[in-house]
């Protein structure tokens, strides 16, 4: 599918990058939504290492409440760690409700009046799993408050503790899955898998390899080996996973998770064909059990679309994009403003471009701006995705006029939100020097240019991919202008180093730069610099002849 229309929640990445679909996505934060602890069946003595340990601090109340009769040692049974992890869902629930409140302050004084509360048992050398599980507690609830950098101090003090514990305490296994899970969110694959292959070990030994409390660690450590591309790895376990649900019936509804993450994980292993088969099981299972008029259905219609284009089958998913969209709609199923459905018109959009068919493609976009400017007003923030959509849409068209004025729109709608600093600007910026060059107004495209190119270098560092984008519209400006070749022919060198290093040696846009190069090294003399990457460029020619013009 091509890459030129952005999703609605998504920050507009280079036009370099390829759309990094839904099996690829970056991580999405953890939302404080619930802790989840699942209390273990065996509930061998555990002398905590605390005679008494101080409950949370509750925003109501003036003092502490009194110690847990858990880590009284040999009075730990059965109600003790029901009563312990109450109090901790308790206190996440009152977290939760406040940041869900926007008492964002609130919830942040109650989060580090019992890190200091926690924080004076380690300090007097207490480091239990009492303290293991309100530490990971309070990861949670910074997790829900978005400040990861206190996440990940938090995470790294309690992978010191409970990397000194056996396996066997009660809660050990939860709050190795919640760590893991945290790590994940943070970028940190490696240690979000040897803490899910801990936690795995734990509940087979537990509970047995069949047991359904492993879906959690198998789907945890699926997703972070998927990220640090071990997909054979990552399938064998959804796999896994899938396999155990079976055994509770071949259409039980539990299999969709599983199935959706390794039918998103095909597409991004450009497996389109396994993708299909995920997605048509998950289909077939909201089908036999809501029947094929629910809004259910319509959204797995819209996955299996997803799947049927990376297929190649661009007329057969149009067509399911549309009858799951009209299930969506007619079942009420999603709020006409939200994202996800934003975000399914705009592939569906994308798709119709592909297929030539651009004017319906535009009206769909225009749908979604409309609705954004009835529930959110005009020119909020958020309608400048959907301005960008329509006018590269319009620039697609030929309608670099009409492209023009959404993106002077867009500017100024952005000028006003988020300053003239702020990189986000040069989205549109760049968008505008790209149309302004189009209607050979080459002047203007270049000051534009230029500015987005300072704006990135600030942001990302000068040799950042989304810098060389920006470097590479320049390049193409100033050629037309005639500018000093000794300048191009370094901005282009510039270009092809960042491509070199972000996207390969071999890539189809480092091909096109070369030729560039290789053109004005020629022009301002430097054969002896141009020989040995004129070869390398007929090397990759004939490597993408089919995907390269040359």
């Known amino acids: 599918m091509a890459s030129w229309l952005m999703a609605a929640r998504a920050v507009p990445s280079p036009a370099w990058g390829r759309r990094i679909d839904r099996g690829g996505r970056e991580p999405v934060p953890v939302r404080c939504t619930e802790r989840g602890y699942k209390v273990s069946m065996k509930h061998a003595a555990q002398s905590s290492s605390a005679k008494r340990f101080q409950k949370?601090?509750?925003?109501?109340?003036?003092?502490?409440?009194?110690?847990?009769?858990?880590?009284?040692?040999?009075?730990?049974?059965?109600?003790?760690?029901?009563?312990?992890?109450?109090?901790?869902?308790?206190?996440?629930?009152?977290?939760?409700?406040?940041?869900?409140?926007?008492?964002?302050?609130?919830?942040?004084?109650?989060?580090?009046?019992?890190y200091e509360a926690v924080m004076e048992q380690i300090d007097g050398g207490f480091r239990g799993i009492e303290q293991a599980a309100?530490?990971?507690?309070?990861?949670?609830?910074?997790?829900?408050?978005?400040?990861?950098?206190?996440?990940?101090?938090?995470?790294?003090?309690?992978?010191?503790?409970?990397g000194a514990l056996h396996d066997d305490p009660p809660l050990l296994d939860s709050i190795l899955m919640h760590m893991g899970s945290m790590f994940t969110t943070l970028g940190k694959f490696e240690e979000a898998i040897?803490?899910?292959?801990?936690?795995?070990?734990?509940?087979?030994?537990?509970?047995?390899?069949?047991?359904?409390?492993?879906?959690?660690p198998l789907m945890g450590m699926a997703k972070a080996l998927g990220f640090t591309g071990r997909a054979s790895e990552a399938i064998t376990l959804y796999y896994q996973a899938i396999d155990i649900l079976e055994k509770r019936g071949t259409e039980n509804e539990e299999l969709v998770i599983p199935l959706s993450a390794l039918g998103n994980l095909?597409?991004?292993?450009?497996?389109?064909?396994?993708?299909?088969?995920?997605?048509?099981?998950?289909?077939?299972?909201?089908?036999?059990?809501?029947?094929?008029?629910?809004?259910?259905?319509?959204?797995a219609m819209c996955s299996l679309a997803h799947a049927l284009c990376a297929n190649g089958k661009v007329t057969e998913a149009i067509s399911m994009y549309k009858n799951g969209l009209q299930l969506i709609k007619d079942n009420k199923y999603i709020a006409v403003d939200d994202n996800l459905l934003e975000e399914m018109k705009t592939d569906l959009a994308e798709l119709l471009h592909v297929a030539g068919r651009e004017q319906e493609g535009r009206e769909l976009l225009e749908e979604c701006l409309l609705i954004s400017e009835k529930y959110k007003g005009i020119e909020h923030p958020s309608s400048v995705t959907h301005l960008l959509n329509i006018a590269m849409s319009y620039s697609r068209s030929k309608n670099f006029v009409e492209a023009e004025r959404l993106l002077r729109t867009c500017l100024r709608i952005m000028l006003r939100t988020v300053g003239p600093k702020d990189q986000s600007i040069s989205v549109p910026m760049l968008h505008l020097a790209v149309t302004l060059y189009n209607l050979r107004r080459d002047e203007e495209a270049e000051h534009l240019a230029l500015e987005a190119v300072h704006l990135r270098e600030d942001a990302f560092g000068k040799e950042s991919l989304p810098v060389g984008e920006a470097l590479d519209c320049l390049a193409s400006i100033q050629m037309r202008l005639e500018k000093d070749d000794n300048s191009v022919l370094a901005i282009l060198k510039r270009v092809l180093n960042i491509q070199e290093k972000e996207l390969g040696f071999e890539s189809e846009e480092v091909v096109t730069t070369l030729k560039k190069v290789v053109f004005y090294l020629n022009k301002v003399g430097k054969k002896d610099e141009k020989l040995p990457l004129q070869r390398r460029l007929s090397f990759l020619r004939s490597k993408h002849k089919q995907k390269v013009r040359v």
């Open 134 to 162: 309100v530490i990971d507690t309070l990861a949670l609830g910074y997790m829900g408050a978005g400040d990861f950098k206190t996440v990940e101090h938090l995470l790294n003090l309690l992978k010191d503790i409970v």
């Open 56 to 114: 949370l601090r509750y925003a109501t109340e003036g003092e502490n409440l009194r110690g847990s009769s858990m880590v009284d040692g040999s009075t730990n049974t059965l109600n003790d760690v029901d009563n312990f992890e109450r109090q901790l869902n308790d206190f996440f629930l009152q977290v939760k409700t406040k940041l869900e409140k926007g008492n964002k302050d609130d919830a942040v004084y109650l989060l580090k009046a019992n």
């Open 194 to 216: 040897s803490l899910y292959s801990r936690g795995l070990k734990i509940i087979e030994r537990e509970f047995g390899i069949h047991s359904p409390f492993l879906i959690t």
């Open 266 to 299: 095909f597409i991004s292993e450009r497996k389109a064909t396994d993708a299909e088969i995920c997605f048509k099981r998950i289909l077939n299972i909201y089908s036999k059990i809501y029947g094929k008029d629910n809004g259910r259905v319509g959204m």
